[in-house]
């Protein structure tokens, strides 16, 4: 690979062959900075090492992004999404009642509601 930094901003638009192609570049290009850093002793490579793995780490990146980014837009009108697509929250907030489900009263409840509604005074200014 001629470049030795990888922009995040350069990867987005890509798809995922140019991404695979890429990452597999990248790999080539650590795989023999490190053996040349074992034979020469150069510490000049430590530099380019770290350019290589910061790269490959940014492609990864933008691969399980776009991955999740297709994930949910698959799951986006079905019943049940994966857990790790879900809201994380807190475990408090994942198992309150739902504002539905907060809402509904019971038919005692809805009766004496009906029969003694909440009484209305009038204020003297």
């Given at each position: 690979?001629?470049?030795?930094?990888?922009?995040?901003?350069?990867?987005?638009?890509?798809?995922?062959?140019?991404?695979?192609?890429?990452?597999?570049?990248?790999?080539?290009?650590?795989?023999?900075?490190?053996?040349?850093?074992?034979?020469?002793?150069?510490?000049?490579?430590?530099?380019?090492?770290?350019?290589a793995?910061?790269?490959?780490?940014?492609?990864?990146?933008?691969?399980?992004?776009n991955?999740?980014?297709?994930?949910?837009?698959?799951?986006?009108?079905?019943?049940?999404?994966?857990?790790?697509?879900?809201?994380?929250?807190?475990?408090?907030?994942?198992?309150?009642?739902?504002?539905k489900?907060?809402k509904?009263?019971?038919?005692?409840?809805r009766?004496?509601?009906?029969?003694?509604?909440?009484?209305?005074?009038?204020?003297?200014?």
């Amino acid at each position: 690979m001629s470049e030795s930094k990888v922009k995040a901003a350069q990867l987005w638009g890509k798809s995922k062959e140019d991404l695979k192609k890429q990452l597999d570049e990248v790999k080539l290009e650590l795989g023999t900075l490190r053996t040349q850093k074992i034979t020469s002793g150069a510490s000049s490579k430590l530099t380019r090492i770290h350019d290589a793995k910061k790269s490959l780490a940014r492609i990864l990146t933008v691969i399980s992004s776009n991955q999740r980014h297709q994930l949910r837009k698959f799951y986006e009108k079905k019943k049940y999404i994966p857990l790790d697509l879900r809201a994380k929250q807190t475990r408090a907030m994942r198992r309150r009642l739902t504002e539905k489900e907060a809402k509904k009263i019971t038919a005692k409840q809805r009766k004496k509601q009906m029969h003694f509604p909440q009484r209305k005074f009038a204020v003297k200014a």
